[in-house]
């Protein structure tokens, strides 16, 4: 019996089918998604969503010419003539592949998968297994819709959603926080078991929904929820423009916002944000903190820029503190997203209930970056990393009392708002003195690096002395023989 991960190997050595085709990691899982939707769909019995003309069958039994033909027009008639999520999934569908044999030999391949073994240890699983590998591959690009899973379960574990609550990432790439958020709550009511049946068609129907800009990442988002049966609102548009306005307000917002700045260097046009900013991060900032309801929590990755960005930043940070109880923050390491130097933390915060001002009294910061590896394939991020801080974390991160060591040696350290306002709203803060050599390994103590120049010069010094010696003493000569 085959495991996921043995199918997932097996499916990706599939991409090198593809090179002379010229087709990219990206386009490679894209053209997958459409392949194993088709076949998933015959395994799992939903093949009614589908045109009977239009189905595996039809396409296993072609080849040649006629098979990549069939499969252009199949592409452009399940984008217009399938079932709501199908032709959201195909919308604008096309195949980079332009050789008939490879196109064959993908059908084949996939067609001979052991699906029993898929079935039984979840179709879900499987797609996720190649998102992972996609996003894990530099020259794929596809890092920047990807977020570490230790990183996102870590996030959901903290921020608790629970059944009946409106969960949203209104940048959703390909669904991962969403789709760790659906199996935290499984796993709490045995698989939706312990909920009515009002209750369970809510958590499937309507419990989760967000917004994805890149048509090619949303209907990977939209296979990825569908294999883990979410059906919410997934939709395709732009949360920095009015778009963005209508998405309901929600119980938990969990995100990691694209970096950068608005194409052309524009500003959201959004008439809502107080802050107008062609920082997307900063923007993404007002939309979260503004689209939650009263007593609403938050778990979000942003860069440092948003932490010490003057001017309009000074301002939203401000409006986010007095708005929010902007509890703790959590410095990442270096080496977990695409951009590997790229540095990042999370915002953890609660919308206030009542009045909007003064609702934060005191930030703790947890550094996990100072004297921490660079994680990458060497040393890949696990969610034990995250453990000490979990444990600070604690229970009850809302109130004012001690949650763990303040002393200056601790990764875990309070910082008032008297004290922040000090920093003009500078969240950017570093206590930890930083011994390490860049791998997480330390560096020796200064005083012991020059105790040790100082000897290697005294033997030098030694050394010099006993050779000056000898010349002196006509005992070195050239050439001379013993």
């Given at each position: 019996m085959s495991t996921t991960q043995d199918i997932v190997a097996k499916l990706w050595s599939?991409?090198?089918?593809?090179?002379?085709?010229?087709?990219?990691?990206?386009?490679?899982?894209?053209?997958?998604?459409?392949?194993?939707?088709?076949?998933?769909?015959?395994?799992?019995?939903?093949?009614?969503?589908?045109?009977?003309?239009?189905?595996?069958?039809?396409?296993?039994?072609?080849?040649?010419?006629?098979?990549?033909?069939?499969?252009r027009i199949l592409l452009v008639q399940l984008g217009s003539e399938g079932?709501?999520?199908?032709?959201?999934?195909?919308?604008?569908?096309?195949?980079?592949?332009?050789?008939?044999?490879?196109?064959?030999?993908?059908?084949?391949?996939?067609?001979?998968?052991?699906?029993?073994?898929?079935?039984?240890?979840?179709?879900g699983d499987l797609y996720e297994g190649l998102l992972e590998k996609n996003a894990g591959e530099k020259k794929s690009g596809a890092g920047q819709y990807f977020t570490p899973r230790p990183l996102i379960e870590c996030m959901v574990d903290l921020i608790k959603p629970a059944p009946g609550e409106f969960v949203q990432d209104p940048a959703c790439g390909t669904g991962g926080f969403l789709r760790v958020a659906d199996a935290y709550i499984k796993e709490r009511t045995d698989d939706l078991f312990d909920l009515s049946e009002q209750e369970q068609n809510f958590q499937r129907k309507q419990a989760f929904y967000g917004m994805e800009l890149v048509q090619d990442a949303h209907r990977l988002a939209l296979m990825n929820m569908m294999l883990h049966g979410i059906e919410g609102d997934i939709l395709l548009g732009d949360t920095l423009s009015p778009q963005g306005e209508r998405l309901p307000k929600a119980d938990v917002i969990l995100t990691n916002p694209p970096f950068g700045t608005k194409k052309g260097g524009g500003k959201p046009t959004r008439e809502d944000f107080t802050y107008p900013t062609s920082n997307k991060q900063l923007a993404f900032l007002q939309h979260i903190y503004r689209g939650l309801k009263p007593g609403g929590r938050a778990a979000v990755v942003l860069p440092d820029n948003v932490l010490f960005e003057d001017g309009v930043g000074q301002k939203i940070r401000a409006d986010l503190m007095d708005k929010c109880n902007l509890h703790t923050i959590l410095r990442l390491p270096t080496g977990i997203f695409y951009s590997p130097g790229v540095k990042t933390n999370v915002l953890f915060f609660t919308r206030a209930v009542g009045k909007d001002t003064g609702n934060t009294k005191n930030v703790w910061v947890y550094d996990l970056r100072t004297n921490m590896p660079s994680f990458g394939k060497r040393t890949p991020l696990t969610r034990e990393h995250f453990d000490d801080f979990e444990k600070c974390f604690g229970e009850d991160p809302f109130g004012d009392g001690e949650r763990g060591d303040q002393g200056e040696e601790s990764r875990f350290r309070v910082f008032t708002r008297e004290q922040i306002k000090a920093r003009a709203e500078n969240l950017d803060i570093i206590w930890l003195r930083d011994e390490s050599n860049g791998n997480g390994e330390k560096l020796p103590d200064p005083e012991d690096i020059a105790v040790e120049i100082l000897d290697n010069l005294k033997v030098a010094m030694e050394e010099m002395e006993g050779l000056m010696e000898l010349l002196e003493n006509g005992e070195a000569t050239n050439g001379k023989s013993s």
């Open positions: 599939l991409c090198h089918v593809l090179r002379d085709d010229g087709i990219t990691y990206h386009q490679y899982v894209t053209e997958l998604t459409f392949l194993l939707f088709l076949k998933m769909a015959q395994e799992t019995g939903a093949e009614s969503n589908l045109p009977e003309e239009y189905r595996w069958a039809n396409l296993i039994n072609k080849d040649g010419t006629e098979l990549l033909d069939f499969y079932s709501g999520r199908v032709q959201a999934i195909f919308a604008n569908a096309t195949t980079s592949i332009r050789q008939p044999k490879n196109l064959q030999k993908l059908i084949t391949s996939i067609d001979s998968l052991d699906w029993y073994s898929a079935r039984q240890e979840g179709l």
